[in-house]
């Protein structure tokens, strides 16, 4: 990203306060965490620290350094462990989800760790998170953006059963950030806010940042029976599943007319790929996801 005076300035007080941290609580580790540490800030950031200690305390809390707030956040080093173990693969299957619920309640301290960068106390300077641990997040991280979408799908399906098209478009504008999001994090950012998109989205250091892409204008009165701009949804979601999923498995036959339609979405657990729309799941093989995923690009095409 590209540097600027308000993210200089950000970096240098996460520094210095971390320098003091350091003394005020002898043997603890201090992290920059969030968007800062991505390099992204703007003219009213905070600056977000994350003091690790070996025992729990209440730690200190906000504090101006220069006119900026600095939030610290205190846990202990049991507390990292346990989110490190959360990290330590990618085990969500169809029949089993109580530790994706558990890892999804986590999420926003798991992108702390993804984040994470030593500051004063750490003179290596060592990687939080090994590239194994950073491949967990990644799939977690896009799982959930998977599941978020496929639930805006069923509101969507309901919404427009009911000709409710005012609410439904307002659904369909969040699905398109929440696409945008799968993406981003299937190519390697971390889950930020909604704001970052613009960043994120971006594949080089260019000047030029990246609106997030707009989705088709819906058509709600045949979307039951034809529903092309729904495709490029499901298009995008899988294209971000199999940036972290590839498969070179041959097509094979998938009732496209069935499972394409308005509404299903694909995910992948560890278990392998399925189709969902609201509660009903259909697995589908390596082959039948291609042949899907080829299906939907045509229809997103017409």
Do not use: N
Not at 88 to 96: N, P
Not at 156 to 171: C, I, N, S
Not at 237 to 258: C, N, Q, Y
Not at 287 to 297: L, V, Y
């Amino acid at each position: 990203m590209t540097a600027t005076p308000w993210l200089d300035a950000r970096l240098q007080i996460a520094e210095q306060a971390a320098a003091v941290l350091a003394d005020e609580y002898a043997g603890a580790d201090v992290w920059l965490v969030g968007a800062l540490a991505e390099g992204l800030a703007h003219r009213h950031s905070d600056v977000d620290l994350l003091l690790i200690t070996q025992e729990p305390l209440a730690g200190p809390g906000s504090r101006p350094v220069r006119g900026i707030r600095v939030d610290v956040r205190a846990v202990s080093e049991s507390t990292v462990h346990d989110w490190r173990t959360l990290l330590d693969a990618f085990t969500v299957t169809r029949d089993d989800i109580a530790t994706f619920r558990t890892v999804r309640a986590r999420l926003g301290d798991l992108t702390l760790l993804r984040t994470a960068r030593p500051l004063s106390t750490a003179p290596a300077r060592a990687e939080v998170l090994v590239p194994e641990q950073r491949a967990a997040y990644q799939r977690w991280a896009l799982a959930d953006r998977c599941e978020a979408a496929a639930s805006l799908a069923e509101d969507l399906l309901g919404l427009a059963q009911a000709g409710l098209y005012p609410h439904a478009d307002l659904v369909w504008d969040q699905l398109a950030r929440v696409v945008a999001q799968a993406e981003t994090v299937a190519a390697g950012a971390p889950l930020l806010g909604e704001k970052w998109l613009p960043s994120l989205l971006r594949r080089d250091d260019s000047e030029a940042f990246r609106p997030v892409p707009a989705l088709p204008e819906p058509r709600w009165l045949s979307a039951a029976a034809q529903s092309p701009f729904f495709a490029a949804v499901q298009v995008r979601v899988a294209d971000a599943l199999l940036a972290l999923w590839p498969t070179d498995a041959a097509p094979e036959p998938v009732d496209e007319a069935g499972l394409g339609g308005f509404g299903w979405l694909p995910q992948r657990y560890s278990d392998g790929w399925f189709l969902r729309r609201g509660d009903a799941r259909v697995p589908l093989t390596d082959g039948r996801i291609r042949a899907w995923q080829k299906s939907a690009a045509r229809h997103a095409r017409t």
